[in-house]
T-cell receptor, first 107, second 115 residues
Framework: RKEVEQDPGPFNVPEGATVAFNCTYSNSASQSFFWYRQDCRKEPKLLMSVYSSGNEDGRFTAQLNRASQYISLLIRDSKLSDSATYLCVVNTDDMRFGAGTRLTVKP | GAGVSQSPSNKVTEKGKDVELRCDPISGHTALYWYRQSLGQGLEFLIYFQGNSAPDKSGLPSDRFSAERTGGSVSTLTIQRTQQEDSAVYLC?????????????FGDGTRLSIL
């Protein structure tokens, strides 16, 4: 089993749609969690951290379920500019990245 | 600059040659990571440095790959006797340290092409 697994995607959604990504992790000792965004041919960039109580940043909501060992990212009112690959990151002794889920938002 | 700096940004070389890729992390960041990303694929972990501890080399794909981090700052990834399957983007990231809520910050990467 991979340490971090994500929905394979791709997700193709119309503008304004709500889309959710899930990510599961195998190590229950994992300490911190992040979502990164990677545009085509660019480096990954931090989108948001994921806190135990759940957290929101504008149209983006991240949640953590330690009991089930998964994290999620919800994007509301999606924009064309949200098109990218979203990477789930889990930090145990070091950072482990999921393979990413590709999102395309269409007009 | 304030970010992670990698050089060169692009490298084209012939099969069998050795290459060196450089990463200059954000000042004060004790953790440094190297990843490899092939076109359309996810990030492949290569090696991790944390302060003065022995590096985690568990991701290096073969003994042709090695990395150093001198003085706890700049790191060099060396690939000896390059093969065509080594073609990829090599990404370096740094963070304030392991554990806790310490996200990684990435450089722009080195795009390596082996002819």
């Amino acid at each position: 089993r991979k340490e971090v697994e994500q929905d394979p995607g791709p997700f193709n959604v119309p503008e304004g749609a709500t889309v959710a990504f899930n990510c599961t992790y195998s190590n229950s000792a994992s300490q911190s969690f992040f979502w990164y965004r990677q545009d085509c041919r660019k480096e990954p960039k931090l989108l948001m951290s994921v806190y135990s109580s759940g957290n929101e940043d504008g149209r983006f909501t991240a949640q953590l379920n330690r009991a089930s060992q998964y994290i999620s990212l919800l994007i509301r009112d999606s924009k064309l500019s949200d098109s990218a690959t979203y990477l789930c990151v889990v930090n145990t002794d070091d950072m482990r990245f999921g393979a990413g889920t590709r999102l395309t938002v269409k007009p | 600059g304030a970010g992670v700096s990698q050089s060169p940004s692009n490298k084209v070389t012939e099969k069998g040659k050795d290459v060196e890729l450089r990463c200059d992390p954000i000042s004060g960041h004790t953790a440094l990571y190297w990843y490899r990303q092939s076109l359309g694929q996810g990030l492949e972990f290569l090696i991790y440095f944390q302060g003065n501890s022995a590096p985690d080399k568990s991701g290096l794909p073969s003994d042709r790959f090695s990395a150093e981090r001198t003085g706890g700052s700049v790191s060099t990834l060396t690939i000896q006797r390059t093969q065509q399957e080594d073609s990829a983007v090599y990404l370096c990231a740094s963070s304030l340290g392991k554990g806790g809520n310490q996200p990684q910050h990435f450089g722009d990467g080195t795009r390596l092409s082996i002819l």
